[in-house]
C-alpha cells in the first residue's frame, strides 16, 4: 500500500460526502498519475454544457456527448478510472454513473447512486437510470431481472453512499487483476479497501484465496483467523474454523 494513497483515502474518509471524489480516489490506486485535478474540470465543464437539462435527461444528453458502455472492453480495469472514462467517453454502470452523479449534482439535482447487484444504478429525483444504457429505467424492469437471476430483493435498491462506491469499484479492480493472476496486485487493493471496512470477513477471505495462490500458507491460516472473528454468523464461523484447520494442517506440512 502506498503511503501518499492510504493518506488520500484517509482523507477522503474523513468526510465521504462526494461521489467524483470517492471515484478519483479510486482513480489514483488504480494509476498514481490519474488526472484527477481535469477530471473534477471535466465534470464541471459538463454540467455547464448541459446546463438546460432536466434530471431525467441528464443521461441522453450525456450520450448526445458520446457516453456509451464499455461493450467488449468492459472488464479492463481502467474503466474504473474516472479519469480514463471521461477522456474515451466510454465505462461500465459504476463509473459512467459517477458521471451522471456528477453533472446532476452540478446541475443542483439531488442525486444518489443505488446499489443493485451488478449493476449500478442512478436516482435523480423519483427517476430511476441506467447510466449503461444512458437512459431511464423503473423498479418494474430491475425487479424481473432479479427475479429473472434468483437473485434476492434485499438491498437491491440500497443506496450507494460515496464510501460504497469507492468499495464497490475497488472491488471490480481487485476482481480483474485476482483473475488475470496479479495476486500481489489484489492485495494490495484489498489494503485499502480495509481501510474503507475494516471487519469484512469476506475481504479477508479474498486475501486468503491470494496467499494461497501465492504459495503462503501461514498468510492463509492468518487471514482466515481474522475472517472467522468478523464472521456475521456462527454458521459462517464453523465454516471458516474447519477450512483454518486444514490451512494450518498444511502450513504443518509445508514446514516440514
Same mark, same amino acid.
Given at each position: ?25 479510486? %482513480? *489514483?490506486?488504480?494509476?498514481?498519475? !490519474? ?9 464541471? =465543464? +459538463?454540467?455547464? #454544457? /448541459? ?11 450525456? %450520450? *448526445?456527448?458520446?457516453?456509451?458502455? !464499455? ?9 474504473? =478510472? +474516472?479519469?480514463? #472514462? /471521461? ?170
Amino acid at each position: 500500500m502506498k503511503p501518499q494513497l492510504a493518506d488520500a483515502l484517509g482523507r477522503f474518509l474523513e468526510a465521504p460526502n462526494d461521489p467524483v471524489e470517492a471515484a478519483l480516489v479510486v %482513480a *489514483r490506486i488504480i494509476n498514481p498519475q !490519474a488526472e484527477v485535478g481535469w477530471a473534477r474540470q471535466e465534470i464541471r =465543464r +459538463l454540467a455547464t #454544457v /448541459l446546463g438546460a437539462a432536466k434530471a431525467a435527461n441528464i443521461p441522453a444528453e450525456l %450520450a *448526445r456527448q458520446g457516453f456509451a458502455g !464499455a461493450g467488449k472492453l468492459y472488464h479492463e480495469v481502467d474503466n474504473n =478510472r +474516472l479519469d480514463h #472514462v /471521461l477522456r474515451t467517453r466510454r465505462g461500465i454502470p459504476i463509473s459512467l454513473g459517477v458521471v451522471c452523479l456528477g453533472v446532476a449534482r452540478h446541475l443542483g439535482f439531488p442525486a444518489t447512486g443505488i446499489n443493485f447487484p451488478r449493476h449500478f444504478l442512478v436516482r435523480t429525483g423519483d427517476v430511476l437510470l441506467d447510466p449503461y444504457k444512458m437512459a431511464p429505467t423503473s423498479v418494474e424492469t430491475c425487479r424481473e431481472w432479479l427475479k429473472e437471476n434468483d437473485i434476492s430483493e434485499d438491498g437491491a435498491f440500497d443506496v450507494a453512499a460515496p464510501r460504497d462506491i469507492a468499495q464497490r469499484m475497488l472491488n471490480n479492480v481487485r476482481s480483474t487483476v485476482h483473475e488475470r493472476g496479479d495476486f500481489a496486485r489484489s492485495l494490495e487493493i484489498t489494503d485499502y479497501q480495509l481501510m474503507i471496512t475494516p471487519n469484512s470477513y469476506a475481504l479477508h477471505l479474498e486475501r486468503a484465496d491470494a496467499w494461497l495462490a501465492l504459495e503462503a500458507p501461514e498468510m492463509v491460516a492468518t487471514e482466515l483467523e481474522k475472517a472467522m472473528r468478523n464472521a456475521p454468523t456462527e454458521n459462517i464461523a464453523d465454516r471458516l474454523r474447519q477450512r483454518l484447520e486444514r490451512a494450518r494442517r498444511l502450513r504443518k506440512s509445508a514446514v516440514h
